[in-house]
């Protein structure tokens, strides 16, 4: 169970208050931000969306180099049940993790130079097979499923990082609404 989270609603001219001890969450009618301050802390968020998401959950996730995109996957596949160590795709472009009828599948298009390779990887098939999470999401181009979550990590200072999660259809706003309900 991740740690007691603050409740803070933003407003326009709030600013984040965080502590140590706490994760920072500011949180508008759809979308939903939280400040973590370590690994462990960023693991513990995913594993609860990870929790929720089966076949056909597409989590699409954005940021710099080293922002902690492999560490927020590690923790969507320990909350879906995965024991397998989860390491980055960037060189095999995918993994597959699966346990009985649990299936993840980590794909990182980082070094792909077109949707076309992309869509040779078998991305529609994988999608229908199990739980799809993309590192440099933004690469899917016309790809990209009409809906799905986006999870955007910014690096903070002092190693703390900013998660937002940007729904795109019911079914991830359902997930992000529940979050918010218990944090906001």
């Excluded at 710099?64 to 596949?77: E, Y």
């Excluded at 980082?110 to 097979?129: H, K, M, N, P, Q």
Aim: proline residues 6%.
């Amino acid at each position: 169970m991740p740690p007691a989270f603050s409740r803070h609603i933003r407003e326009e001219s709030a600013p984040i208050h965080d502590s140590p001890d706490e994760y920072a969450v500011l949180c508008d009618n759809t979308s939903m931000q939280v400040i973590t301050h370590t690994a462990e802390e960023t693991q513990n968020l995913a594993a609860e969306i990870g929790s929720k998401l089966g076949i056909g959950d597409c989590i699409l996730i954005e940021g710099v180099l080293g922002a902690g995109k492999t560490t927020f996957v590690q923790g969507l596949a320990r909350g879906m049940g995965l024991s397998a160590p989860v390491t980055s795709p960037t060189f095999v472009l995918v993994h597959e993790y699966r346990e009985g009828a649990k299936r993840l599948y980590h794909l990182d298009p980082y070094r792909l130079d077109s949707t076309e390779e992309i869509a040779d990887l078998g991305f529609d098939e994988l999608v229908d097979a199990g739980t799809v999470v993309v590192e440099w999401a933004g690469r899917l181009g016309p790809l990209t499923p009409e809906e799905h979550l986006k999870v955007l990590i910014r690096i903070l200072p002092d190693d703390r990082r900013s998660i937002e999660f940007i729904p795109a259809g019911t079914r991830y706003a359902d997930i992000v609404g529940q979050m918010r309900k218990a944090r906001c």
